[in-house]
Antibody, heavy 123, light 107 residues
Framework: QVQLQESGPGLVKPSETLSLTCTVSGGSVSSSSHYWSWIRQPPGKGLEWIAYIYYSGGTKYNPSLESRVTISLDTSKNQFSLKLTSVTAADTAVYYC???????????????WGQGTLVSVSS | DIQMTQSPSSLSASVGDRVTITCRASQSISTYLNWYQQKPGKAPKVLIYAASSLQSGVPSRFSGSGSVTDFTLSISSLQPEDFATYYCQQSYGIPWTFGQGTKVEIK
C-alpha cells in the first residue's frame, strides 16, 4: 500500500520560503509509471494544483506560481520536495503531496494522497 | 487556463436518493476528467478517472459519464458515508484545474 507523508514547518513568516518534503513508502519515486505532485487548499476553499515531477526529474508547474516554486526529487531518500519563495498570507493553506497515476493513454489522476499539512504564513 | 464549473454548488439529499453532479469545462478536454470525494479534515480520494473509469476499490454506485466539455458524476443510491464535497479536475492542459466543489448534505 502506497503511503505519502508531508513534513515541514507549520508556520512561515511573510517574504520567507516555505519548504515541505513528502516521504513515500510502499512505492518508489523512481518509478516510470507515476508522477509526484503538490496540491494546496486554502482553509474553507477549493483545490489548486501546484506542480509535478517525474522520475527523470522533468517538471511541470502551475504558471500562476511558477516564478516562486521549485519541486525536486531525492531518489536516495524516496522523497520529493516543494519550495515556495516570497510567501504571503495568500499562501496559507493545507498542502498535500500526491502520486499521479497514469491510466491508459496517460489519463493522469491523483491516486494516492498524503494527509495534508497546514502551513500558515504570519509574522 | 481551463475553467471547470460544477453545479450545483451544494445539494441536500436523503439516503437512498440518486444524486447527479455536473461539471463543465471552458474548452474541450476530451475525457481527461477526474472526480474526487473529500470529507472534512481529510485528503481527497479519487472516485472516477478518464471520465468514466471507476478507481479500484470504489463502490459501483458511483459512475461517471461525458466527454468534450460536459461531464456527470452520479451516485445511484446515496449512502450515509457519501455525504462529502465532490470535485472534478481536468488533466488535459497545464495547469491542471479543479471545479469549485459540490457539497452533498443530508436532507
Amino acid at each position: 500500500q502506497v503511503q505519502l507523508q508531508e513534513s515541514g514547518p507549520g508556520l512561515v513568516k511573510p517574504s520567507e520560503t516555505l519548504s515541505l518534503t513528502c516521504t513515500v513508502s510502499g512505492g518508489s519515486v523512481s518509478s516510470s509509471s507515476h508522477y509526484w505532485s503538490w496540491i494546496r487548499q486554502p482553509p474553507g476553499k477549493g483545490l489548486e494544483w501546484i506542480a509535478y515531477i517525474y522520475y527523470s526529474g522533468g517538471t511541470k508547474y502551475n504558471p500562476s506560481l511558477e516564478s516562486r516554486v521549485t519541486i525536486s526529487l531525492d531518489t536516495s531518500k524516496n522523497q520529493f520536495s516543494l519550495k515556495l519563495t516570497s510567501v504571503t498570507a495568500a499562501d496559507t493553506a493545507v498542502y498535500y503531496c500526491a502520486r499521479v497515476g497514469l491510466g491508459g493513454s496517460y489519463y493522469e489522476h491523483f491516486d494516492y494522497w498524503g494527509q495534508g499539512t497546514l502551513v500558515s504564513v504570519s509574522s | 487556463d481551463i475553467q471547470m464549473t460544477q453545479s450545483p454548488s451544494s445539494l441536500s439529499a436523503s439516503v437512498g436518493d440518486r444524486v447527479t453532479i455536473t461539471c463543465r469545462a471552458s474548452q474541450s478536454i476530451s475525457t481527461y476528467l477526474n472526480w474526487y470525494q473529500q470529507k472534512p479534515g481529510k485528503a481527497p480520494k479519487v472516485l472516477i478517472y478518464a471520465a468514466s473509469s471507476l478507481q479500484s476499490g470504489v463502490p459501483s454506485r458511483f459512475s461517471g459519464s461525458g466527454s468534450v466539455t460536459d461531464f456527470t458524476l452520479s451516485i445511484s443510491s446515496l449512502q450515509p458515508e457519501d455525504f462529502a464535497t465532490y470535485y472534478c479536475q481536468q488533466s488535459y492542459g497545464i495547469p491542471w484545474t479543479f471545479g469549485q466543489g459540490t457539497k452533498v448534505e443530508i436532507k
